[in-house]
């Protein structure tokens, strides 16, 4: 009895060992980090549009924030997220010309920062 414990407890152990060795697989994709990259930057266009004057303080922020300082850094993407980044991409066009129509005398600052982050239509790796 007290035999069969010990061999239970041991192999227990050795399960426990080697369960926890094992490497999960990654559940999420580095891909899908490029979604939330691209959509963090939403903010950024109505923040400049209620602060115009510190819009260069706002882009150098966004930068550190969403971890990229140009849509190439993201560039080339997956086929498995090219639905959904051409989306998130779409609303963070929309919310820059929402900006614009708030402040039109910064559309200048707005456009040049929707290029940078966002993409020029029809950019190379860009989703259109």
Known sequence: MIKTKIIFNIFC???LLLASC???P???SDQIYKIDKITSIQTLFESIARQPEIAVDLIQTAENVAGYRDISELAPIDESISKKFGYARGVCISACAEAIARQ?????ILTATAVKFLGAYNGTGITA
């Open 13 to 15: 152990a050795i399960f």
């Open 104 to 108: 039109p005398e910064s559309h200048a």
């Open 26 to 28: 990654n559940l999420v």
């Open 22 to 24: 094992y490497k999960e």
